[in-house]
């Protein structure tokens, strides 16, 4: 889940200061799961705006506003209202925010701060579990990341600001991802993993430039 | 540790001889002359002492440009501290070049604090390498001669490579594990994190006796009671005993200055004589890393004592 946390009104209105007329689009995945871009976020979000003394011109879900081919579809029959307004408020994650840039004409606006990719406890709880580095490494930590839940990223065990399985970061709440992974491979009797000397990872490969995949067609 | 003695501090330990560092803390400063009195006071007593990079994640001068300076005025022989925190292993590996060309000869490599603990926390924090793939990375400039790609350096520095512990872990068994990672990375020393229990310590030498790799004991005589405070309060995993906290309380009332830090010295005196003392006789210790920054005149009396 990409798990995304409303901007302040505040702010919102602010980067709103020029338009006049704005359109909203949330999206019907993640923000809606994570209650921030929903059908029921919009509806709120409309009525600030117009309290705000804008003129809203029309509000859609968009199934999965990242998806440019369901972006394209759902946004089909409002073309004309989205092309009579300002600019659009996108109550998305990043993502959707530059999907709706590359294929809507309009100022496009982010509503949402997009935090991380996680998971979801509970409606309110949600944890950090990803960092979409690129090159997964979870066989060798019995599947719990140091990338993400490691403040340094070590990857050769904890480092001396752990104390009592807890992590100097943050003031000795959190738990040491070391710790964890520690006793999940002892649990496993996998403790020759943690043993085996982690090189440092191949920059190169990960969060350098922009990552794109693009599947190659073999012909059989 | 094998081979040639390149640095005192590789003689001093290779002999047997129970040895002795101290440790610098340049801040936030241009002017170097007060850690070059300090350096005078303790050479001789100490066989190397350690230059901090950062500390805490505080911004302050350049270790490596310390240590250099340090070691060139006073003839004391320098522990280069270098983390991953503040620079990418480029930086890292051009700086260790720099260090070898500066006639650096010992460094402590260490992970180094999280940039958010500092009073720069809006820094991003690097951790490119972690402490054991720096280790190795030194390892193969002195060994081997190459960079992490295997590519050749001209003219490869000699380096002795250190490698910090810490006695006081917990879970300890995860430490130990981590240890024996460095010794296997090529660390050719250990100093460790202060003890002041001098049975965590025992532990930790006793477990990691079958590596035959120097492991020197961090100490850290109290200057004051404030500082002892400090400690009990700030550094999680460390506490100073109960006993040794009632004594310097009781220095702490004496109204006449002079009265007062002879007081505190003689408790301190009393006190870590006797850790060393046991150290010396009931376990492999390498040596004693006394870290007090800031108390350098009770290491002569203290070495002494010791003797």
């Known amino acids: 889940m990409i798990v995304t946390e409303q901007k302040p009104l505040e702010e919102i209105l602010n980067m709103l200061k020029p338009f006049k007329r704005v359109f909203i689009i949330g999206c019907g995945k993640c923000a809606t799961i994570v209650q921030t871009g929903g059908e029921e976020q919009v509806k709120q979000m409309a009525e600030k705006i117009k309290n705000s003394g804008k003129e809203v011109t029309g509000t859609i879900i968009v199934e999965t506003p990242c998806d440019a081919r369901i972006l394209r579809r759902d946004t089909r029959a409002l073309r004309d209202v989205i092309e009579s307004s300002d600019a659009i408020l996108c109550m998305t994650c990043g993502a959707g925010v530059q999907d709706i840039v590359e294929h809507l004409s309009k100022p496009s606006i982010p509503a949402l701060n997009t935090k991380f990719l996680g998971i979801i406890e509970r409606i309110g709880e949600f944890y950090e579990r990803c960092r979409a580095c690129g090159e997964c490494i979870l066989y060798e930590t019995g599947g719990i990341c140091p990338i993400v839940r490691c403040p340094k990223g070590m990857l050769n065990g904890p480092c001396g600001g752990m104390y009592d399985g807890k992590c100097e970061v943050g003031g000795y709440k959190r738990e040491c991802a070391w710790v964890l992974i520690y006793k999940r491979l002892k649990d496993l009797g996998m403790l020759d993993l943690f043993k085996s000397y982690k090189p440092p990872r191949d920059n190169s490969k990960l969060n350098v430039e922009p990552r794109d995949i693009i599947w190659v067609k073999t012909i059989t | ?307």
């Open chain 2, 1 to 307: 540790m094998s081979g040639a003695a390149i640095s005192e501090l590789m003689a001093s330990l290779k002999s047997g001889k129970f040895t002795f560092t101290g440790e610098l803390e340049p801040g936030k400063t241009a002017n170097l002359s007060r850690h070059i009195e300090a350096a005078k006071k303790i050479k001789g007593y100490v066989v190397a002492c350690n230059v901090t990079d950062n500390p805490q994640s505080f911004a302050y001068i350049s270790s490596l440009v310390a240590s250099y300076i340090i070691q060139r005025e006073t003839g004391l022989e320098t522990i280069y501290q270098i983390t991953c925190r503040d620079r990418n292993r480029i930086a890292v590996f051009s700086d260790l070049l720099g260090a070898g060309a500066l006639g650096i000869k010992n460094i402590l490599a260490l992970t180094g604090d999280h940039t958010t603990l500092g009073d720069t926390p809006q820094a991003k924090p690097v951790f490119d390498l972690d402490s054991v793939q720096l280790i190795k990375m030194i390892r193969q400039i002195v060994n081997e001669g190459v960079d992490m790609n295997g590519n050749p350096i001209e003219s490869p520095p000699k380096f002795f490579i250190g490698a910090g512990a810490n006695p006081n872990a917990n879970p300890i068994e995860l430490e130990l594990l981590k240890f024996e990672k460095k010794v296997y990375a090529g660390a050719d020393f250990f100093q460790t994190q202060v003890v002041f229990d001098i049975e965590k310590a025992k532990n930790f030498l006793k477990e990691t006796s079958k590596y035959n790799v120097p492991i020197i004991i961090g100490i850290f005589p109290l200057k004051s009671y404030g500082v002892a405070e400090y400690f009990n309060k700030n550094v999680p995993g460390v506490k100073v005993p109960e006993d040794l906290m009632a004594l310097l309380a009781k220095a702490n009332e004496i109204a006449d200055k002079k009265m007062k830090r002879a007081k505190y010295n003689e408790i301190n005196l009393e006190y870590f004589s006797n850790f060393i003392k046991e150290l010396k006789r009931t376990t492999p210790a390498a040596g004693c890393h006394i870290m007090s920054v800031g108390y350098e005149e009770i290491i002569p009396l203290l070495v002494e004592s010791v003797k």
